[in-house]
Nanobody, 123 residues
Framework: QVQLVESGGGLVQPGGSLRLSCKAS????????IGWFRQAPGKERDGVSC????????YYADSVKGRFIISRDNAKNTVILQMNSLKPEDTAVYYC????????????????WGQGTQVTVSS
């Protein structure tokens, strides 16, 4: 069964960190570009970061540049989003998805995506 499953969300105080994981099953994640997206209540879904499958530089939205780091653990068929210096405006449901390209505008256009994990940044 082809599946992407996000994990690692939770409640964190401003300035804290979270590590999100996107684990694939049923296909080899290394063969695909993987994007992270987020959607806050009442707002449109935004592209946050992307890891290319072709060795290109990762993509980061301006709002997270310098704070978030995307990486891959191919042995675990997983993409990681390390989120540091979190702000209340980072609060959203975070999704990972297969995408066709890793540059702006990051577009949710691939065949597979996860169900999301909630990130809440609040004191």
């Amino acid at each position: 069964q082809v599946q992407l499953v996000e994990s690692g969300g939770g409640l964190v105080q401003p300035g804290g960190s979270l590590r999100l994981s996107c684990k694939a099953s049923g296909f080899t994640l290394e063969d695909y570009a993987i994007g992270w997206f987020r959607q806050a209540p009442g707002k449109e879904r935004d592209g946050v970061s992307c890891s290319s499958n072709s060795g290109g530089s990762p993509y980061y939205a301006d709002s997270v540049k310098g704070r978030f780091i995307i990486s891959r653990d191919n042995a675990k068929n997983t993409v990681i989003l390390q989120m540091n210096s979190l702000k209340p405006e980072d609060t959203a449901v975070y999704y990972c998805a297969v995408v066709t390209r890793c540059w702006y505008p990051l577009t949710w256009d691939g065949p597979f995506w996860g169900q999301g994990t909630q990130v809440t940044v609040s004191s």
